[in-house]
């Protein structure tokens, strides 16, 4: 029996549906779901990972392990190099939680343009503000914005930003056939080009080290005034003290965040300190159901490997040996 572990903590009755969609196979199914039930662990042969890291250290301490899947897209908290090096193949589930992180970026837009969080701490205070704010709060029809990374959440958040009127342009490493680019009403320019026309610029790419501070201050320097920044993808993307300065600055009129560098931030920290900057605790893939797509994924991706099989979405080929 091969040992499978569901580790971190996930929605209710993911453990039960992803036994059931297992079922039949030679695997045995344990949950782990505590920092010290997980530190402890050693006996890992595929490791499902939701909130937890796969650093080299527990890639070490399990010697039997044979495969590491992310739940979800982004797989920087493991490291791929380490694992490719021991015969260890790294998965993800691409596209799965595309439908959450783009909902919670375009809500971010609306909430950040609309001056969402300043009323409701003027609110909580007494303050009736539906005129304190009027000359600094927009819609996103006939809006600019910029997506950085085409993928299957970068495509789906231009659907929507367009289902508001807004007109939609991109940068990415990796350009988009012409086809594509008709399809979804995206329009490809250099970033340095992107940048000072985009009245928004919403971020949705892996953090690597060619990405680490895309975003720094010089980059700001180089959007339009009273832009807004948009990251749900992942903290160090964005500089963010530089970010901080610029909305503080008036540089740009506010910032909307699922992914920060200093997770989890403290009560002190600077971003709590202007309304105009929204945070949100890394949640844009978590629904209660958006285990609906993901499961079934995993599962395949487990059979296949018990048969022989390459899995579908594997991350770190260049690592594996050949």
Not at 277 to 290: F, K, L, Q, R
Request: net charge negative; hydrophobic share 45%.
């Amino acid at each position: 029996m091969t040992k499978v572990i569901l580790a971190g903590e996930n929605p209710a009755h993911t453990f039960e549906k992803l036994s059931g969609l297992l079922a039949g196979l030679p695997v045995e199914l344990k949950a782990v779901d505590t920092p010290e039930a997980y530190e402890a662990m050693t006996d890992a042969e595929i490791l499902i990972l939701r909130i937890f890291k796969a650093p080299e250290a527990v890639i070490a301490r399990n010697p039997g392990l044979k495969m590491i899947m992310r739940w979800g897209a982004g797989f920087d908290s493991v490291d791929i190099e380490a694992a490719g090096k021991r015969g260890i193949c790294v998965t993800n589930t691409p596209g799965a939680n595309a439908d959450a992180v783009s909902e919670l970026a375009v809500l971010l837009m609306l909430a950040v343009s609309r001056k969402l969080l300043c009323h409701s701490v003027c609110l909580r205070r007494s303050d009736w503000s539906k005129n304190e704010f009027l000359n600094n709060s927009f819609t996103l029809v006939n809006k600019t914005v910029g997506i950085l990374g085409a993928g299957n959440i970068g495509r789906k958040v231009a659907r929507k930003a367009q289902a508001f009127g807004a007109k939609t342009i991109y940068y990415d490493p990796f350009r988009l056939s012409e086809e594509r680019e008709k399809e979804f009403s995206l329009t490809y320019y250099p970033l340095d080009e992107l940048l000072p026309l985009c009245d928004i610029i919403t971020l949705h790419l892996p953090l690597m080290e060619e990405t680490k501070h895309l975003i720094d201050a010089d980059a700001i320097a180089r959007m339009k005034d009273g832009a807004i920044l948009i990251n749900t993808a992942r903290g160090g993307l964005v500089d963010d003290h530089a970010l901080f300065e610029a909305v503080q600055s008036g540089k740009l009129l506010g910032a909307g965040l699922d992914g920060v560098e200093r997770e989890p931030l403290q009560p002190d920290d600077e971003f709590f300190r202007n309304d105009n900057i929204i945070v949100a605790p890394h949640v844009g893939g978590g629904t209660a159901d958006i285990g609906e797509a993901i499961m079934p994924m995993l599962a395949d991706d487990i059979k296949r490997f018990l048969a022989g099989e390459a899995p579908r979405f594997i991350v770190n080929k260049q690592f594996l040996p050949q």
